[in-house]
């Protein structure tokens, strides 16, 4: 079965920076595009990023740009977010998902809390 398993969340102070990972299995993960995820509390869940397959393009939402990389290991089947300047507002739990065979799947979040 599916399964996509996030770590690398804590707490960190303002201008630091993070890695998050997202271990998958249960599909060929290099023929799908993985995505990241937020949901702060009391706010819906947004996209923070997305990548593709093969040669990798990728797009953010624009409160994330030119801090955030997302980037892909499809030997290790893990998909990684490298979080950097972050910010207050950058607190939130994040989940990576993937849609695979129509149905989409998700992790079980990790909690990013920047604070000083």
């Known amino acids: 079965q599916v399964q996509l398993v996030e770590s690398g969340g804590g707490l960190v102070q303002p201008g630091g920076s993070l890695r998050l990972s997202c271990a998958a299995s249960g599909f060929t993960f290099s023929t799908v595009a993985m995505n990241w995820y937020r949901q702060a509390p009391g706010k819906g869940r947004e996209l923070v990023a997305f990548i593709t397959t093969v040669g990798g393009s990728t797009n953010y939402a624009d409160s994330v740009k030119g801090r955030f990389t997302i980037s892909r290991d499809n030997a290790k089947k893990t998909v990684y977010l490298q979080m950097n300047s972050l910010r207050p507002e950058d607190t939130a739990v994040y989940y990576c998902?993937?849609?695979?065979?129509?149905?989409?799947?998700w992790g079980q979040g990790t909690q990013v809390t920047v604070s000083s």
């Open positions: 998902k993937v849609r695979y065979r129509g149905a989409d799947y």
